[in-house]
């Protein structure tokens, strides 16, 4: 069975349900709140030696770093995984953008902040790809899918997307409470549980015109909101906030998880076929020993009982017509021999 670790950031904390590849494939998703780069190879490390494919997403929490400064805490993560497990298979995905916190908290950024460290991401993400295809490893930039849903400035949505998202019904949102920091995605799911949409329907949502979603039947239940007024909208009324947001999210975290769960197909597509060569070969190599001891195991006995039990001078005698050294170690038994007589 191949398995494989996804860890990083709380964005992946809703992303368990979502790697159902294969009955031979199992994920395990494990997410922390606020960790940075440096950071995570501890809270991983115990997972690694079985492991057969890691993707690494993290870096949102590392503000106000230069990006050659992020490049050297990539390196020194994924050295010591590969000190760990060197013939795992590594994934990494790109820094997304960081949104304008809603909340009033200590770790919030200003607008000028967020534009900062977007454009910093953006040039990291430039050399992490790189350093990634020099060194054979996969690499998800999901920047590239999130380009049509926020502004240039990384943060604020389209106003193809305020639309957008109003109507889109994921069905039960998460639990919002206290989040779980780990899991294990199930390998199958009951008949009739929702199945997560497949990149291209979520690109096809995004990307589709406006005036589709304006005349749906769907606009009834909750008006549109024009983008001028959007943010005030959301300034003003908490719950049509939380509600279009958590949506927002929720598009944003279903695109990573099937752009994640496309890379770990990717880098494990021939892990089960190169898994049963070097078996195969093991098998081969421990017949061929098997057929070699067989073949010789008689003579091999019988040359060792003839040379243990024979006398020194006969030993002499064979090593005449060699040469020089190796008389002399011929010589060795017996002044041993002498040696321990004399004493």
Known sequence: MTRALVAGDSMLKYLTGCFTLSSRTHVEVRSFSGVRIEKLFSLIAHSLADVHVVVLHIGTNNVGEEPLVLIARFRSLISRILDVNPSIRV???????????????????????????????????????ALCHKNGYGFVDGTCELMGMLKADGVHPTKHVSQVFLLVKPGPLPDTGRPSHSGHAPLDRAPGTWKPPSTSQLRTLVSSEPRRWLQSSVTSVEPSIKHQDFAFRLRGHGNVLQNNMSKLAWIVVQLLGCLLRAAIKEASKDLEASHNGALQQQHQKEKDHKKLRFQYSDQSKGLAQYWNNLPFEKLELIAEATNHPKRIWCRVPSTILLSAEHF
């Open 91 to 129: 994934v990494v995905s790109a820094i997304l953008p960081r949104q304008a916190s809603l909340r009033k908290c200590q770790w919030a950024l200003s607008v000028g902040e967020l534009e900062a460290f977007n454009m910093d991401a953006g040039e990291t993400n430039a050399i992490l790809q």
